[in-house]
């Protein structure tokens, strides 16, 4: 058990205190990793591992928008001389 159940129900993981930075290139590395997994989805000749390189693509394309997301919700709310602060 990993510690992130507790009394049968699921605990959420702690948040994150990223900068810009760390935002930006967490979502160009999983941009990376989703060129990477179409790259890999289109060599194979087997529809269903083909699909399931594409559903991993997919997940990697969203996590990068979730990242890019992040990035600008983190600039808009934080008073402008805070901006590159990694917070407490």
Request: hydrophobic fraction near 40%.
């Amino acid at each position: 058990m990993d510690g992130r159940y507790l009394l049968g129900k699921a605990s959420r993981m702690p948040s994150l205190n990223l900068t810009d930075e760390e935002l930006q290139d967490a979502a160009q590395a999983a941009r990376i990793a989703a060129v990477q997994a179409e790259a890999d989805a289109n060599r194979q000749t087997n529809p269903a591992i083909k699909a399931t390189f594409a559903r991993c693509a997919r997940r990697w394309r969203e996590l990068a928008n979730k990242f890019d997301r992040a990035r600008v919700a983190a600039f808009t709310t934080k008073p402008r001389g805070d901006r590159h602060s990694r917070g407490p």
